[in-house]
């Protein structure tokens, strides 16, 4: 399984066909969903007219885009034309199907990216284990029988399967990097505001991020660059201009100060969560004890401002139809649209001071890290897991890391580390950036890559 | 504390009028509880008067430019 950019380059120099790299896809996909069930919908005619379209491009003697011929996938809470956008329910099932491509995918589909599908999820985005009672769970390609992580679970487990080089997923409350961690892949939550959300279905608009999953930084960089753009009609996107960064992953670090997060970061992870951020902070010569804001009281006001949006977003077919809700989530959906105004309109109080330390934090560091989940991935089914000492919840406790840095809107790149050896089972580290700079979490992501400590293997099954 | 947030459950969904049966008061009045400990920290962090709730999130200013820092590494 080549990553992305080298199938991209294949196909620009005439080695391969786009449709044969389509076909090597599908092959993948077909042997090895059905042990861990990360699509819910196969998009084949449409790949297939795709990649005929870039191959008739080259024989035409044209340039062809920076994506050309490489095969990609979307959590089913995107927009596909012709397909119902269920957002991992059952009660969309009803609806009609989208008109229209969700922006991203037209952005993917003008870079000559190949869409051969819609993935697994939590419902709604409530959660962290993509155990999706309607469509079954998405399993781990690393163990079969532990979780994906979520919600974006099946964008984690098709990229760690090789069933296709990149996947596109959001992350309001850790829902990249937690799937990411659990997975052994790369992963990137842009700054809040950078990508469009147009065209996917909404979890909490005050939070929802979208961004790419990949086995390589060049891959993830490459189709993070080609979803840029401003979008003067999502009123959550603030980027003004695209702002590439391929072409600055290798710079050196020379000059970076790089943090490693003490404090609530510490407390909250486990003993192989901080071997991954040991190893993480060795490789790059990182500074320990760096304490971020007000994490916790962040992690809170997270918490509250996901359960009011979620819940008041959903509260007309709660009454009707919350029978056919994920049962794994309703009863928080509906805890949060019972919610008192005086939580929510505290923590969106509590949001404006927070930003400011933040950007303070900023003003002395470059990157910081801090593991991207508490524990490695845990067997589908666990009500908990030992933290610490403690047994504490699966599933809200796997986000306890990723959702004050996702409140704070900053840009993170989850790496893949190996705290037990490459035949173990990975875990995370968020590499952690000032708003807008992207370009630096990836650089740092890089030389991580390089130094071979953080890597992205296609799973063994 | 129980039986007061369930009060409180079945007081609310009623005004909304989202129908509950006991089981689900029960299991939703365990995640109010649950989250209401939690709040009780943000309840206790001083904020002045003046501070207003976030705009349409936006984490920063988005940079003006050329983006020089990053051309010129």
């Known amino acids: 399984m080549i990553t992305g950019l080298n199938i991209v380059r294949a196909v620009h120099s005439g080695e391969m066909l786009a449709e044969e790299a389509l076909e090597h896809c599908i092959a993948r996909i077909e042997v090895t969903d059905p042990r861990v069930n990360a699509f819910t919908d196969g998009t084949f005619e449409r790949a297939t007219r795709e990649a005929r379209a870039i191959d008739a491009k080259r024989a035409r003697g044209e340039v062809l885009p920076s994506l050309a011929g490489m095969p990609y ?10 397909v119902t956008t269920r957002a991992g329910s059952k009660v969309r099932n009803g609806q009609p199907a989208a008109t229209a491509d969700a922006v991203l995918v037209q ?40 979780t994906a992580g979520g919600s974006s679970g099946g964008c984690g487990a098709a990229v760690a399967a090789g069933q296709v080089p990149v996947t596109v997923g959001s992350d309001t409350n850790g829902s990249i990097r937690v799937p990411s961690s659990l997975c052994g892949v790369w992963g990137l939550k842009p700054t809040f505001g950078r990508l469009t959300r147009r065209g996917s279905f909404p979890f909490v608009a005050s939070i929802d991020h979208l961004g790419p999953f990949a086995r390589s930084v060049e891959d993830l960089a490459a189709s993070y660059d080609a979803m840029q753009g401003p979008d003067a009609l999502d009123p959550g996107c603030h980027a003004e201009r695209v702002q590439p960064t391929l072409a600055q992953i290798g710079n050196s670090l020379q000059g970076l100060r790089i ?40 992690r809170v006001a997270a918490f509250v401002t996901t359960a009011s949006e979620g819940g008041s977003l959903h509260l007309p077919l709660l009454r009707e139809r919350a029978a056919e809700f994920e049962p794994l989530s309703v009863d928080r959906f509906i805890a949060g649209a019972l919610q008192p105004v005086d939580w929510y309109l505290r923590a969106q109080r509590f949001r404006r001071v927070y930003r400011d330390k933040v950007l303070a934090l900023f003003q002395q560091w470059d990157v910081l890290l801090a593991p991207a989940t508490p524990v490695q991935a845990t067997p589908i089914g666990s009500e908990t897991f030992d933290l610490n000492g403690s047994a504490v919840p699966t599933r809200p406790s796997m986000g306890l890391l990723t959702q004050p840095i996702s409140f704070s809107g900053c840009p993170v790149v989850a790496a893949p580390l190996w ?37 992205s293997p296609v799973a063994g099954i | 504390m129980n039986s007061e947030i369930q009060d409180y459950v079945r007081a609310t969904a009623r005004f909304l009028a989202l129908p509950l049966d006991e ?33 349409v999130f936006c984490p920063a200013p988005f940079p003006p430019g050329d983006d020089p820092d990053v051309a010129a590494e």
């Open chain 1, 73 to 82: 996938a979307v959590k089913n809470l995107f927009d596909i034309e012709g």
């Open chain 1, 107 to 146: 952005r993917m589909q003008a870079a000559g990216a190949v869409l051969v599908g819609a993935l697994n999820m939590d419902e709604f985005a409530y959660g962290f284990t993509t155990e999706n009672s309607h469509y079954g769970p998405c399993h781990n390609p690393r163990r079969l029988e532990r």
């Open chain 1, 259 to 298: 943090g490693v997060l003490g404090g609530y970061f510490e407390d909250n992870a486990g003993p192989m969560a901080r071997k991954a951020l040991d190893l993480a902070a060795t490789a790059l010569g990182a500074t320990a004890g760096v304490i971020w804001p007000d994490a916790a009281l962040a």
């Open chain 1, 419 to 455: 705290p037990e050896g490459r035949q173990g089972l990975p875990l995370g580290v968020q590499v952690i950036a000032a708003p807008w700079r992207e370009d630096l979490a990836l650089r740092v992501a890089r030389a991580l890559e390089s130094s071979g400590v953080a890597s």
């Open chain 2, 23 to 55: 089981a689900q008061v029960e299991r939703v009045a365990v995640h109010l509880a649950r989250t209401r400990s939690m709040v009780a920290a943000l309840q206790a962090e001083p904020l002045h008067a003046e501070i207003e709730p976030a705009e």
